[in-house]
């Protein structure tokens, strides 16, 4: 099992605060933006480092703690950093019927890791999602952008490889 | 709107247009249960327990936001209601550890509570249940979130009340929980450890350490008190069994603290079963203190005190009494030394807080601050400058956070971020010691974009014209250069205040007692002046003191000028009126004062002093210092205390006292509320209330005098002290009463200066900003949330409390 890096002072050192300033600077004073200034921070570091969420919260004037609840209800923000890709692997009804779990189980060997986990070279985030809508390709994953469809387990190797 | 007629329960009842059914129906003393509900929090019907049937509706309706309508027929315990409730409390006692035996909220639990009206013994419903692990690394209070149901009344506590903003709720679902951000322990949050959490918790979740199998809550008895600490005065029950106080609890119905405290009145009491608590009279013989009786210490003190007095006169006799010791005891204490015939009696009262008590006399006649804490959150605007009530007077940022809720507008200004920060529409990072500056810049944009109120000023005030010219050179480019403000936030911070109806000004210069305080009061009285923020409800200056009895004792006529009542010793028909009631011949030369003892070397003549409850040598100088020489080289000095001190260490004889909680007696606050605390615990050992140890040692000295407890010292003091002639301890056992308070009918004055200043007319000053290197570098006093003021009587209780802990933890 991989575990996402914990190396405070190494993710600390990536965290430039004033690419953050920058970042929410449109919401500056409007306590109702939180939400669409932590997703800014997130799309610039991939993640909600705690460095950053700091900083947002004294630029803000919001607590802490608010934004760290706010982070932690919704599902789209991530509190550890994730991979160069984002494999989401459709565990939709169609897809399931056509063997997504064992595409998964091929996925999960192949990179050691469970779903919600990043691999240690921060190249791939594993996900699983409900349906991503193109059945007709089922069993599917996407690696961010790309859908690949109409899967095998021995497919998977492959895949994974041309995405370096 | 017209009034909404409804029937709850077959009852018929009329309300005003926006009443909940929830209030409707508690105002016909109907129970109906809540959990997320709470009257100061914004509501959010979120926990379902209120519900209720409403005739003609589709389904049940949360009562807690749902308002009541014309012709409502709602029942509130119909069978649909109760298999509601039911259900509810099933599933959430399906993931709730049932350990109510050991439970330190049984009794008082409303899941308990509610789960006993509705039959509610176990679950059916079997799954995972939450297994989190304790947070009990903080020194106060132990959190167990398995408890928990979340119902957010702490949240909106910390985020909306205090503002501390340490919890919020976490995560979603299942795993759903209240905590720190990043799971944080409590400790290593922005947590300030009031209390409030745990005081409004439904559920055993929050307890604190000191309560833990200290006695179920039908055990212990109740006895309210006052908290010793700051000048608020928070109204406190003090939980006891066996004679011992096992817990604090905040009163919720008064107009003080409203069921709030910080933790200095939550936590900070322990020290009263401190082993450092002075038990029995203690005389130096050989440089060792040795116990003796009370007779033999009082014997000893009165023949030294009559040997100084015969030997040198009685101006050789000092008192110094400490601002926390109750009205009675330092009435009494001066009436003993003025008895002995010398005025050398004072406090720390002028000393540390000669900024606000000087300017503001200066300005409109009176030292007291102008308006209640209640009412401040009723101000449409509040100005907050080179303060930070967060810390230093908790109390006071409730009502501004509570008066920011109710709409209005909030300008902070202070060079580093503060605890009101967060909530500012404006705010003021201005440059360190530009506060005048500032002050000044506003007035001149409200004066030239003709925001100031020129009824109130040609009526109301004198010295208008040379105010004006003198501050015309505060431009706001010159304000700009000094304060480092621009000229938008200047002139929105003048619009803002001088905008509304009722503004109120806050700073705690008076615990800063820098030449440059002086200086911002008298800036910010013109300020007020200006605007007419004067002698109307929810405006005025808020200058809080620092220690809890500092105002009452001031009132005492703990003075060397002045009697209770500042009654100058100068008049001749003021002394003559004391000498008749106390049967002695009161001295018109005024006495010296703290600063000539202990800064201006004008000590010489002083031989014998009698220090009560404070400690000279910590305030002044430390181990090595004038204080401990001059102290050393005194013929003789008894300290009344209850603890051992530095200075306590220096006297040839100590005289145990009694605590606050051990004795009755009454505290004036920093809004003139005058509060009668009542006797919760017997003091340790032989020690006494402060004010019988005086009345005892009166009758050494050979004065006739005769009480037969603080109620009969009170009596005579008001006799004597217009301001105080209206009280008395059968009043005060209903409602506390802020003075001015003349007659037996008057109910008090919650704010001064209505209709005419205490000196006729409010004086404007001409006060100039002042560069930082100009200024004599005087000491500021610490001002912390767990300590207060000067590092004397407060200092002496929070080091031997819990409460200590905060002060290391969190680097304050």
Redesign the interface.
Known sequence: MSIAIETEEAVTEEIDLSKVDALIEPYIGKKEMIIPALQKVQDHFGYLP?SA?EQVSKRM?????????VA??YAQFK?KPRGRYIIRVCKGTACHIQGSPKIAERIEDILGLESGETTDDLRFTLEEVACIGACALAPVIMINDDPHGRLTPDKIKDILDSYQ | MSAINLTINETEIEVAPGTTILEAARKLGIDIPTFCYDPELSTNGACRICVVEVEKARTLVASCVAPAGSGMVVYTESERVINARRAILTLLVANHPLDCITCEKTGECKLQDYCYRYGIADSDFGGEVKELPDDDTNAFFVRDMNKCILCGICVGKC?EVIG?????????GFIANV????EDAIED??CVFCGLCIDSCPVGALTPKYSLGRGRPWQVEKTRSVCPYCSIGCNVNLHVKDNEVVGVSPVEINPVNRGHLCVKGKFGWDYLKSGDRLTRPLVKSNGAFVEVSWEEALGLVTASIDEVKSRYGSDAIMGLCSPKVTNEESYLFQKLIRSLGTNNVDSYTRHCHAPAVDGMMEAFGSAAMTNSIKELSGAEAIFVIDADPAESHPIISYRAREAVRKGGKLIVAASEPIGL????HL?LPLKEGSAVALVNAMANIIIEENLHDQAFIERRTEGFSAFKSAVAKHNVQYAAEITGIGENELRSAARTYAGAGKAAIISTVSTDYSAAGGGLVLALANLALLTGNLGKESSGLYLPYGENNLQGVSDMGVLPSVLSGYQSVKEKSVRAKFSRSWKTEISEKPGLSVAEIFEQDKNSAVKAMYILDENPVSCFGGEDSETVRFLGSLDFLVVQDIFMTETAALADVILPAAAFAEQEGTYTNTERRVQLAHQAVSPPGEAFPGWAIIAELAGWLGFEWSYEGPGDVFDEMALLTSQYAGISYDRLDVQSLQWPCPSKEHPGTAFLHEGRFSRGLGLFSVVDHVQAAELEERPTSECAVAHHACQCQSESMSKRSVIDNFTRTCGR
Do not use: E, H
């Open positions: 705690r969420v004037r919001t607590p802490l703690s608010r934004l760290y609840g932690t209800f509190m | 985020q501390a903003g340490a919890i919020d709720f976490t995560k979603r905590g720190p951000a990043f949050s922005t920060t967060d909530l500012a705010y």
